[in-house]
């Protein structure tokens, strides 16, 4: 027995799904017994030896069903019994190191069997002959093998060669292309991309479009253009505006308290009591400017009344 292709068109023909499920199974394995050329000896209890050892059937009543309905010839010579597997080279690749045939062939004794022509640069495994019942069903296009159709909504973009830049990207594009590579400096990037085309000009592109988004892709995996840093989104104006300035400096303001609270609690008790006698001294310096600006200004005894005032509110 030798190894043999089984195609799946074997298991949806429907001339041989008329056949009984034990004449398809020894159709199968006659594949197997037969030489290079699809010829074997017609010994129906040595096939059955090789083919169906465990059923209780007879082969010789199974091999005529199978000639009837053309899949294999059986014909002798010169005393001897043969098979022809019709189909054979149309649907089998034998080893190129596999021993040639010393079975007379059909057509040599007058025997008409089907022969089966062979097309130019295609493997004989994959003729089919259209007055004959395929063995190989029609070969359906798989979703990966489909071509990618090109979105018409996107515009192309090109490289004109004589000015040496990319026509048709849009402001659109390039917004596009800041929201999705936030990292890259896309201005930037598609003059190195320019640059990189006309050092490389054996290597021209047919999708512009693609090459750059794949461009800057690359610069965002690799952590963006270097040095360059995204450009704040200005606050909005009228209200909204002066709503964001004012979260601005309240933000601001609570950050500065946050860092006085800090700074308080790693202070020692020997610095904060240092810390407060500077803060009372500072209140005395400023107090003793007002009362020297009022004696000035209205005299001594309107600056004891507030220094009196003072006291009493102390």
């Known amino acids: 027995m030798r190894a043999r292709n089984i195609k799946p068109g074997f298991f949806k023909n429907e001339e041989l799904a008329a056949c009984q499920p034990l004449s398809r199974l020894l159709f199968a394995g006659l594949w197997g017994m037969a030489d290079r050329e699809g010829r074997l000896e017609d010994r129906p ?66 025997i008409n069997t089907i022969q089966y022509p062979k097309k130019p640069n295609i493997s004989p495994a994959d003729i089919l002959n259209p007055d004959t019942v395929s063995l190989k069903p029609e070969k359906e296009e798989s979703p990966e093998q489909k071509k990618p159709v090109r979105d018409p909504r996107l515009p192309q973009i090109d490289f004109n060669w004589e000015t040496k830049e990319f026509t048709d990207i849009t402001e659109e594009d390039r917004q596009g292309w800041a929201g999705a590579y936030p990292a890259v400096d896309i201005d930037q990037e598609i003059k190195k991309a320019r640059e990189w085309l006309l050092s490389n000009p054996e290597r021209k592109k047919k999708r512009y479009r693609r090459f750059i988004t794949q461009w800057l892709a690359r610069t965002q995996e690799h952590g963006g253009t270097k040095g360059y840093q995204p450009k704040k989104p200005p606050l909005p104006a009228g209200p909204a505006r002066t709503e964001a300035k004012g979260r601005s400096e309240w933000d601001a303001a609570e950050a500065e308290r946050q860092e006085a609270d800090r700074r308080w609690r790693e202070l020692d008790a020997y610095d904060r009591q240092s810390y407060l006698d500077k803060a009372q001294a500072d209140l005395r310096t400023k107090w003793f400017g007002v009362e020297t600006v009022a004696f000035l200004i209205f005299g001594e005894e309107t600056a004891e009344r507030k220094h009196e005032s003072h006291s009493d509110h102390s």
């Open 45 to 110: 209890k040595r096939i059955k030896a090789e083919v169906l050892p465990y059923d209780d059937a007879k082969v010789d009543p199974l091999l005529d069903e199978l000639a009837g309905k053309k899949f294999i010839t059986r014909y002798g010579v010169n005393g001897c019994r043969y098979i022809q597997i019709n189909t054979f080279t149309s649907h089998q690749n034998p080893h190129k190191k596999e021993r040639s045939s010393t079975i007379p062939a059909p057509k040599e004794h007058g």
